[in-house]
C-alpha cells in the first residue's frame, strides 16, 4: 500500500560529493519523519540521518558536517546531500519512512530496496 522509491547513488572518488532522493507514495495519511539507513558488508545496520515533519534533523556522529537532510513534505521526498565523501561511507543506503501513525516517537515502518554507494580512493 507504500512504497518508497529511491534514486541516485554510484562510484565517486574520496572528497566528492552525491545526492540521493527517495519518494513516498501509497495510502499515505500522514508522514511522521523520514530518514536514511546504511549498512556496509560485514558491519549492522545505522540510522545515518533523519528529519521530521517539523523540521528537526538528526545525524550519526561519522557524518555530521559532511551530510545534510531536506525534506519537502508537500511532495513526501526526501533528500541526503553528502559531501566530503570518504571511503569508509561506503555502504548501501536504505530510504525509511514512518508512516500513517500519531506523533508519538519515531518509529520507521517502510522501507526504499537500497541504493549502493562506492566511495574510491
Known amino acids: 500500500q507504500v512504497q518508497l522509491v529511491e534514486s541516485g547513488g554510484g562510484l565517486v572518488q574520496a572528497g566528492g560529493s552525491l545526492r540521493v532522493s527517495c519518494t513516498a507514495s501509497g495510502n499515505i495519511f500522514s508522514i511522521n519523519a523520514m530518514g536514511w539507513y546504511r549498512q556496509a558488508p560485514g558491519k549492522q545496520r545505522e540510522l545515518v540521518a533523519g528529519?521530521?515533519?517539523?523540521?528537526?534533523?538528526n545525524y550519526v556522529d561519522s557524518v555530521k558536517g559532511r551530510f545534510t537532510i531536506s525534506r519537502d513534505n508537500a511532495k513526501n521526498t526526501v533528500h541526503l546531500q553528502m559531501n566530503s565523501l570518504k571511503p569508509e561511507d561506503t555502504a548501501v543506503y536504505y530510504c525509511?519512512?514512518?508512516?500513517?501513525?500519531?506523533?508519538?516517537?519515531?518509529?520507521?515502518?517502510?522501507w526504499g530496496q537500497g541504493t549502493q554507494v562506492t566511495v574510491s580512493s
Open positions: 525509511a519512512a514512518d508512516v500513517n501513525r500519531a506523533v508519538t516517537s519515531i518509529r520507521y515502518n517502510y
Open positions: 528529519i521530521t515533519s517539523g523540521g528537526r534533523t
